[in-house]
């Protein structure tokens, strides 16, 4: 039987052969150059070779090709598939070119290691936009927000804000918030109550997983990367090595991957065909281990006869799982962002950062003083907590010291300042790591506090 | 009746109320001196305003006092509290000083904010350390690390490196890893496969919650904040101002909190008393909302009469929840951190990010190769992803570019290579907004590749 999609395909090879082979990226130009030409793709699950400088070829896929959104429906199929949730309907729209997956790590003194967390509003207006026209065309009835604004307040502040005012564009659709870990609490224990969830990257990979795996199983569902020109479609589940080639694996993942796919590209008609007949055969209780359930399941079937089972039954229909009803010919593009005016940007001193092995946090602020010329030590704080002026003996202190530099007035900071300070700092031995500039824009704060200040 | 603890007590008075009185840190001085002269004290939840630049007192307080362990035991108290997972009795220990909970956060471009992940070799090898001995006491057979260290290879690999290093100091415990995401699938679907797990603070916080919940109510559980001289307890849930004062919160976090506190300062004894009345009250169905469910409890009670009834019961033993039975004159205290040798560290460049609201990047890596002089320019990245040279069309790119300066040779960089550099840069009308010094430690790079590099 054959669902007859409309399609040619190109195969492409990537990923740990490469890798190994010497190819740092894991994929080489030919395969980049298929991918732009043909724009839609469907990949296998990858192995990124642990340890070592290897960035996640995933990773690196998403963000080259500006996949921005990553959409994660996850639905019980009770009583078919066995699950503490049969109620659920999750879908799980996460961000996906940023975060702390921008994958910046610095190890700049002997005890602390560093990673950059960066959220943009351009990625934090497409992810939640998209959300939003997701739910109005799948006629979904609220997107909540998972953040941890309340300790980020303001990486995580711009995404909840960014999320109130696209929200008041969508009034049909019921909003809400959560902080994500008793948001993750909620969606593990009742995930019926919530139906589209927007997050940011690392949020969104998390209570992915968790939603996936509490309809029965992580092997069962699909998901797609959209963007304004590329799209990929995979299973949400990763690589499994130790069972690669038994013929033991769940194909749903993947299949359901290419059912997105064929509606992506307005075979809407083709991906119905698909859905059924995978419906048909999870309703006949033919499944793979990874499901397989006695008094439940009616076989226990390997990935092979599991595939050839589906396509036996294209052009059937399902009788109690939902059949496939696609709405044809839609596709869902955004428009592209659209840059802000700038707010009035005002330099007003600078965070250098010290590698520092001493004793005394007054030995280290009067030496910092010295530097004083213009711009004036304000704090020193030792991972985030203040520790000068006026610290306390109970706090840990690594080598890792934040020192902050800002001018006493209302004007801007000249700009020579912070060169000046690194060239002075040279001079008196100061060691210094990094720096972070503070800013005001148009008269707000553009930086925190130190806690405790 | 009175469990006669052997205590006097002081009570403050720290949050909102000082937070909306203008002390911004949200706590005062006698406060402070009151907390580090008793060294032990019982925390009620407290209410960080939302929005503004106020800062968690809940992170500032452990943070400030070096509590770096935070514990979290979840337990179900099946059949008497209903719960999907009867099973299950999981203990998180979660760091509890650095990670994201830093706090340090910048906005230097009009599109992108910044929050810096610090995880340190203290930190890891203090949590990891304080699992292992916890596992040890209280004869749990295995302890799991989650981290995410296929993404952060530097930061979470850390983690995961230090967890094996002090792994093979306990050979009688089972080790496992998992990723954060799966991992947490698998504690909402299949907690009853872990016993300990330690992990960094974002992670955790997210799974101790989901453990918390998935009992049957977050608001069952207590939780210890321990440090080398000081020791908070609390509730392992946040505070919940639309019920403040209406005697329907379920107590039990609290109280357990100070049962956990009792067993802290030695009184093992008292702890088991109140422990006991606690479990006999739970299992004789007298229940505050939160767990109350008909055919499983007996009594719907308030915040005022579930205390009462726990008092009545001071000296008697439940009959199916396991009596308590406490180690007794024992205290969990590990050595002090022992500074390390440090590697030879040798500077190698400096990554330069730099604020550029320009199209095409030929044009910025044009003026940026201006500066090359003794460190030549190697990579310009957006948002991680390397976008020069060889780049590609489809890369969505933000105002914030990360600008990778190298010397192309063995030879260590001059440290005035740095100052120089922003020197020219702002004579060149390049508008740095920030910098990360990049070194070799004992020959091994202390910085990530770009994406696609």
Redesign the interface.
Known sequence: MKANARIEWDEIEIGEQLYLSGN??GIDKKA?DKI?GNQVFLKAPIT?P??G?Y??LN??MR????L?ANIRPCKSFHPFVAT?HPEMDVVIIREN??D????????????????????????CEKIIRYAFEYARLYKRKKVSCFV????????D??FHTIFKEIAVEYPEIETDNWI???G???L??TPEMFDVIVTAN?YG??I???A???TGS?GLAGSANI????AMFEAIH?SAPPIAGQNVANPSGLLRAAVMMLSHIGQQDVAEIVKNAWACTIEEGIHTADIYKENVSRQLVGTREFAQAVIARIGKQPSIIPVADYEKDVQLLLPV?A??T??K?VLKGV?VFV?W?GGEVEELASSLQRLNNGIELTMI?N????VWPEG?N???C???W?CRYEIPSERAAE??Y???L??KA?SENID????????E?DGV?????????
Chains 1, 2 share one sequence.
């Open positions: 740092t990226s980049w732009v990124t642990q340890g400088g960035k996640s990773v690196t963000k080259t090709l500006g921005y503490k070119e940023e702390l997956y921008a994958g910046i790590e610095h190890r700049q003194t002997e005890e602390v290691v560093q990673c950059l967390k960066l959220i943009s509003r351009p990625g941890k604004d309340n300790i980020m307040k303001m990486t502040g711009l994500i870990d008793i993750a609490a909620r593990a224990d690392l990979d998390v992915s997983d968790i996936a795996q509490i992580v963007g304004q020109k590329c990763g962002y840059r802000k700038p707010a940007k965070d590698d092995k704080t991972r985030g907590v203040k306390f109970e706090t840990f690594t080598d890792h934040r700009k020579g912070i060169p000046d690194l060239r040279i210094v790591i990094k720096t972070e500039n503070l800013y824009f704060k553009g930086f925190s506090l130190g806690q405790g200040q």
